[in-house]
């Protein structure tokens, strides 16, 4: 058997490759970590996490106007977004730390810095020259925002990135793309009463969800005061002081104090030295892996964003436990890709597991479609036009219930326990003979009896 200075050496400390190197860790092997940034990874140092607190921060908007509809008077309320800001990284901060003492707990060690990969078996940290042999190494680079768009004026748009630490909070912003991150930070700059404009290529926001909460969210962003603007592109951006100047694909134009773009993410392996080394990229330079995580060298793995598969930080870190369960646990484990609950955290919010409506109709000839759309019982009171829409799509052969869908407050959480319900292979009758909890939203899923379709 050759000789290895680590059994694994993990490129990567996000929730992939931290989790992968703690298990293998567990199993006994010697791993070292390499991290050229901040140890979380994108999840928690710049996306999911402080994304979900500026989420939070933003709905308040909307509690306070609506206190006074249950007879609270308060004075004008005031934020600031320094605070919030400086308390959100204090939280990143000590996430980050919990991420660094259960790597050390584990025995994985930690190296700030850069690590590039120089053969099957080799990475060398070009910061100090060192080379350090591997057993086995794992690719858990994660991604980054992509350079898509290109148009006049690129240079001035910002991504999620920058958003995290945006000096001050724009008076207006344009936000490009209509995916995950577009949506959720219109919600959030509107909410903290940014005047906000969304510009989509495509004829309604988020493709790929179930078309009623596509349309619903649109509805509710317009009524919260965003602009939605849809089938347009941004031509060209141009800077006159402080302030830009947009031009979109229909000749229309305004004016903004931030551009933000949001058109996508893509995998993180650029000067990683991959292809050098024999591992096969495919389609925007993704890793290429099998069911295992393997690549086509057989000493090389990748999880996570970065092979491009399900980028959602739940699936990286089900991906680092399976390969690191099947490399150094002997229990060879694939990750199923099928049957993922996911919520998009814009207000108000949307969860979703299982097939879409549309998708449904094509897989199941004798699909049946259960809606409700209400307004919730806080609204009454506080006066706010919001409505909650659910849908459970139901094989009417079966009667397993293939898709549940949600717009409203708390789709996310509702939509986890959706979730087993579904991996469970739950029937209607199932739903059917569960009690409600009343009064509550969620009773609506025990409740629907008439289907509407
Ligand atoms: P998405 O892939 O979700 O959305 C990208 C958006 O940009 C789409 O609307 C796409 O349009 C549009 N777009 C792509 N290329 C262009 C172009 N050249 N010109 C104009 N528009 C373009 O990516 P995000 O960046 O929003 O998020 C990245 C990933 O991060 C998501 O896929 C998701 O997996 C993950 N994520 C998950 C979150 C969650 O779970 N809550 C939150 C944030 C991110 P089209 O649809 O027409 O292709």
């Known amino acids: 058997m050759p000789q290895f200075d680590v059994d694994l050496f993990v490129i990567g400390a996000g929730s992939g490759g931290v989790r992968a190197a703690r298990i293998a860790a567990q199993y006994g092997a010697k791993v070292k970590v390499a991290e050229e940034y901040r140890v979380g990874g994108t999840c928690v140092v710049r996306g999911c996490v402080p994304k979900k607190l500026l989420v939070y921060a933003s709905r308040y908007a909307d509690e306070f106007e609506d206190a006074a509809g249950f007879g609270w008077q308060a004075g004008t309320p005031t934020f600031d977004w320094n605070t919030l800001i400086a308390r959100k990284d204090s939280e990143i901060a000590r996430l980050e730390n919990v991420y660094r003492t259960n790597l050390a707990k584990a025995g994985a060690e930690l190296i700030e810095g850069r690590a590039v990969v120089e053969g099957p078996h080799t990475v060398v940290l070009p910061t100090t020259g060192e080379r350090i042999t591997a057993r086995v190494i794992l690719i858990a680079t994660g991604g980054r925002p992509g350079d898509q768009p290109h148009f006049a004026g690129r240079e001035h748009a910002v991504s999620s990135n920058e958003m995290f630490h945006l000096e001050r909070r724009p008076a207006r912003a344009t936000i490009i793309g209509g995916g995950y991150i577009a949506v959720e930070f219109a919600g959030i700059l509107a909410g903290l009463g940014t005047q906000t404009t969304l510009v989509y290529r495509g004829p309604h926001l988020l493709r790929g ?41 229909d000749g229309s134009a305004h004016e903004t104090d931030l551009l933000m773009s949001a058109a996508g993410r893509v995998p993180y392996t650029q000067g990683l030295g991959l292809a050098a080394s024999g591992v096969a990229l495919g389609a925007k330079d993704a890793v290429i892996v099998d069911e295992f995580s393997r690549t086509n060298v057989p000493s090389i793995y990748a999880i996570g964003d970065v092979t491009d598969r399900v980028n959602l930080t739940p699936m990286a870190i089900r991906e680092g436990q399976a390969f690191a369960d099947s490399v150094f646990g002997e229990r060879p484990t694939r990750v199923d890709h099928t049957l993922i609950p996911t919520a998009v955290f814009s207000t108000p919010e949307l969860g979703t597991v299982g097939l879409t409506e549309a998708d449904a109709r094509r897989a199941y000839p004798d699909l049946q479609v259960y809606r409700a759309e209400f307004r919730p019982l806080k609204a009454t009171l506080s006066g706010r036009a919001e409505r909650v829409l659910m849908k459970l799509l139901v094989d009417g052969a079966t009667d397993k219930v293939v898709g549940a869908h949600m717009l409203g407050e708390s789709a996310g959480e509702q939509v986890q326990l959706l979730g087993v319900l579904l991996a469970m292979g739950a029937t209607k009758a199932d739903f059917d003979r569960t009690l409600a909890v009343h009064p509550t939203a969620a009773e609506e899923w025990v409740t629907m009896r008439t289907p509407v379709a």
């Open 209 to 249: 969800f179930d078309d009623d909460l596509r349309e619903g969210v649109e509805k509710a962003y317009r009524d919260k005061g965003i602009e939605v603007i849809l089938n347009r592109t941004v031509e060209r951006a141009d800077k006159h002081g402080d302030i830009l100047h947009i031009t979109l694909s």
